[in-house]
């Protein structure tokens, strides 16, 4: 809460709370101590909101999609979905996949719901054979990738990463990877080799 900027300060009206309060924001919870002052109700959330990160990682719609739909060529003539050619974690990328008829095959499934295995028609050769491509579990919404990635990205440890580093943490009992692209979450993925 420190590190507020000061338009969002300005947008701001602040109260008194104990070391027993908590405020609740997109990011989740926060404790205060009992020196701090925070915030009983903000007028401009969307701007409060960005100050309250501080600056902290967040995905946007590019970076989601890439990650839980994937990205696919199309055909010039008609329009339709060719083949897959990058990222597609999510069970939404499966259901692209089915829907216009591109082969995959899941080799192996991790206890806590992870999916490897690969799409022979893929774009990039290292995923068309063997367990090259990851899924995150069926039941991981792309909402639910997307907290994975913000919250993995806001990690101490990977705070300062470079573009095109990978970092890791784990969310939920699934090992998440994220690589980030002009200093933003360009992909979110399940660790295809490492899950708890």
Known sequence: LATMT????GMLTYGGM???????????YYKTSEYQ????????????????????????????????KGDFTYNPKTGEVSRMKGGGHGQSNIDVLKENGIEYNVVK???????????????????????????FPENWSDNKIKEAGEFVANLSE???????????????????????????????????????
């Open 6 to 9: 000061g338009a969002a300060v």
């Open 37 to 68: 002052t925070v915030l009983s109700k903000v007028v401009d959330k969307d701007l409060a909101e960005t100050g309250i990160k501080g600056g902290l990682s967040s995905v946007d719609d590019v970076g989601l999609k890439h990650s839980t």
């Open 158 to 196: 990977n705070k300062s990463l470079a573009d095109g580093v990978i970092g890791f943490g784990e969310y939920d009992g699934v090992r998440v990877g994220i690589i980030k692209t002009n200093g933003k979450v360009g992909t979110i993925f399940p660790d295809a080799d490492l899950q708890p």
């Open 109 to 135: 499934e991790y206890d806590n719901g992870v999916r490897v295995g690969n799409v022979p028609k893929h774009k990039t050769p290292s995923k068309r054979a063997g367990t090259g491509q990851a899924w």
């Open 18 to 28: 104990t070391k027993y309060d908590s405020v609740k924001n997109v990011s989740g």
